[in-house]
């Protein structure tokens, strides 16, 4: 069959609203473009695998929109959009409710940052993430009935990581309970190491996989350490540079090696991770995106697509997870240029092994294997799908929703012992119901995130009264810590809030904040033998 293709002429007579909405001021399509939005506009599902920067969103957004605005003329939800992050939520929105709105077409954000009704927001467009998503199928199922499409953005998750597993559960409890007429599934993603395989993990069924492969040439330059990399940055007249970090304390301690190497002003030096508060995390994306010349040292929560701007060179502190976390990273550099510049630094001596064998696996073009599904989310899923179905659901219509994260054995063994815990119970017609436990857990919320609790202690500006973030309770009055990229001394502490003034002494060695842990939340209710697998 020969492929089809749009050119930017054929768009705006096929999809002449979205088209002038979405590509107005562009005069061609790219690649990803004149290949996808064909298929899209056929109904077709399909997964969009190219480059950052090379129009994937658009690629999808517009011939969906027109869907949209042919299809789905009453009311209700008429588009889902998943993210993996809240930042890269906050983008999609900025990036396309001006188009949608010159469509009158109204979006709205759900996140735990923004927690909108969407019943009530009369939007037909809702971007989301996999833990607010799994909130909503709870709490408001209804609004998912009128729904034309979902979009998964960044599907490379799927591959690393449980929240992955996560949303493909959460696609398919969509298709088998909430949507009254299977909507049409899209995903995207710029490094996808299997994308077939990834396509029918996600969806089920077999989708259209459009990929362009053309990836930048990449410059790489090793250092000893972060002030090192930064020498090498300073000597090449880059003017804005993010540094990937694998803890958010290695983030606060490198952006207090900027500081102290007077590489650029403490203003220009910021950092982004998840324990900062919503407007904090806000105010820094905006910062990098207007500033002409800034460095942001931040964790993977600004891995996943967000654009921040032109940024010249990407520093990684330590080797990333995967080939595909790799690329993701440096993909955040020069995003509108031709070749991409980072620097390697190793954070412990097992690095530089890793950095050989990313080195090796872009040579022969090896992305790695998808990974193996984690049993933690067949926990996770089963309580949170149980919560949100009072009268119970059977063995088998769990297992159409999980059977895809592994062997029907691994499922009945996991189900089973959670019978046995006492967290499901055997109810009558061979129906297996969510315990008190459970429900418990639901009505509190914790069933839907696989992330752990948080240990609660604020973290309080004592001038302002401003709310920086929330860390783990580990620092005393009078002593100094390291928090957002600044030196600070904790003034009071209460039960649940420290309070932190501006120091502007010399450095010294800082008591550090301990991050929460990360790992899921459900792990501890698996078998024992399978929990020592994955721990």
Same mark, same amino acid.
Do not use: W
């Given at each position: 069959m020969v492929e089809q293709r749009f050119t930017l002429e054929t768009v705006r007579r096929k999809l002449p609203n979205s088209a002038f909405a979405f590509l107005g001021r562009f005069s061609r399509l790219t690649e990803i473009q004149a290949r996808a939005i064909p298929v899209i506009h056929e109904g077709k599902d399909a997964l969009v695998v190219a480059q950052a920067a090379s129009g994937k969103t658009e690629a999808v957004m517009v011939p969906l929109t027109e869907k949209l605005l042919k299809e789905h003329t009453g009311d209700g939800l008429g588009l889902l959009y998943v993210v993996p992050t809240r930042a890269l939520a906050n983008d999609i929105e900025r990036r396309v409710a001006g188009p949608l709105r010159y469509l009158s077409i109204k979006l709205v954000v759900r996140t735990g940052d923004k927690r909108t009704n969407v019943k009530k927001s009369g939007a037909k467009v809702v971007v989301t993430t996999p833990e607010s998503l799994d909130s909503l199928l709870a709490r408001q199922p209804d609004v998912f009935k009128t729904l034309k499409a979902i979009v998964i953005d960044e599907a490379h998750l799927l591959e690393d990581s449980v929240r992955g597993d996560q949303v493909s559960c959460l696609v398919r409890r969509l298709l088998k309970w909430h949507c009254e007429n299977k909507?049409?599934?899209?995903?995207?993603?710029?490094?996808?190491?299997?994308?077939?395989?990834?396509?029918?993990?996600?969806?089920?069924?077999?989708?259209?996989?459009?990929?362009?492969?053309?990836?930048?040439?990449?410059?790489?330059?090793?250092?000893?350490?972060?002030?090192?990399?930064?020498?090498?940055?300073?000597?090449?007249?880059?003017?804005?540079?993010?540094?990937?970090?694998?803890?958010?304390?290695?983030?606060?301690?490198?952006?207090?090696?900027?500081?102290?190497?007077?590489?650029?002003?403490?203003?220009?030096?910021?950092?982004?991770?998840?324990?900062?508060?919503?407007?904090?995390?806000? @105010?820094? #994306?905006?910062?990098? $995106? &207007?500033?002409?010349?800034? /460095? *942001?040292?931040?964790?993977?929560?600004?891995?996943?697509?967000?654009?921040?701007?032109?940024?010249?060179?990407?520093?990684?502190?330590?080797?990333?997870?995967?080939?595909?976390?790799?690329?993701?990273?440096?993909?955040?550099?020069?995003?509108?240029?031709?070749?991409?510049?980072?620097?390697?630094?190793?954070?412990?001596?097992?690095?530089?092994?890793?950095?050989?064998?990313?080195?090796?696996?872009?040579?022969?073009?090896?992305?790695?294997?998808?990974?193996?599904?984690?049993?933690?989310?067949?926990?996770?899923?089963?309580?949170?799908?149980?919560?949100?179905?009072?009268?119970?659901?059977?063995?088998?219509?769990?297992?159409?929703?999980?059977?895809?994260?592994? @062997?029907? #054995?691994?499922?009945? $063994? &996991?189900?089973?012992?959670? /019978? *046995?815990?006492?967290?499901?119970?055997m109810g009558r017609r061979g129906l297996i119901l969510a315990s008190s436990k459970v429900m418990d857990m639901g009505e509190k919320g914790v069933v839907h995130s696989h992330i752990k609790d948080a240990v609660g202690t604020k973290v309080i500006d004592a001038a302002t009264g401003r709310v920086l973030g929330e860390v783990a309770n580990v620092c005393s009055r009078g002593e100094l810590v390291v928090f957002s990229g600044r030196l600070w001394r904790v003034r009071k502490k209460t039960s649940n809030a420290v309070y932190i003034e501006a120091f502007h002494s010399s450095f010294g060695e800082a008591p550090k904040f301990v991050p929460h842990l990360e790992e899921s939340r459900f792990a501890e209710y698996l078998p024992p033998d399978l929990f020592e697998t994955i721990s």
């Open positions: 909507p049409q599934l899209c995903a995207m993603s710029a490094t996808v190491s299997k994308p077939h395989l990834l396509a029918l993990k996600l969806f089920g069924a077999q989708a259209e996989v459009i990929t362009v492969e053309t990836r930048r040439p990449i410059t790489v330059a090793r250092a000893d350490n972060v002030a090192q990399a930064l020498a090498i940055v300073r000597s090449k007249g880059i003017k804005k540079t993010i540094c990937f970090c694998n803890s958010r304390q290695a983030c606060e301690d490198m952006s207090q090696v900027a500081i102290r190497v007077e590489f650029l002003p403490k203003e220009r030096i910021f950092v982004h991770h998840a324990s900062l508060s919503r407007r904090d995390r806000e @105010e820094v #994306e905006e910062a990098m $995106r &207007v500033l002409p010349q800034a /460095i *942001l040292f931040c964790t993977s929560t600004m891995e996943m697509g967000v654009d921040i701007g032109d940024v010249d060179c990407v520093i990684l502190y330590g080797a990333p997870p995967s080939v595909s976390s790799f690329l993701q990273r440096i993909g955040r550099g020069c995003r509108r240029k031709q070749g991409l510049f980072c620097v390697l630094v190793p954070e412990y001596p097992s690095d530089e092994q890793a950095f050989e064998e990313i080195r090796k696996a872009l040579e022969q073009g090896d992305l790695g294997e998808v990974r193996q599904s984690d049993p933690s989310c067949i926990v996770q899923q089963a309580f949170s799908l149980l919560f949100a179905r009072p009268p119970g659901a059977t063995r088998e219509e769990l297992f159409e929703v999980m059977g895809h994260l592994g @062997e029907r #054995e691994v499922f009945d $063994r &996991v189900i089973d012992y959670l /019978i *046995l815990s006492g967290y499901l119970v």
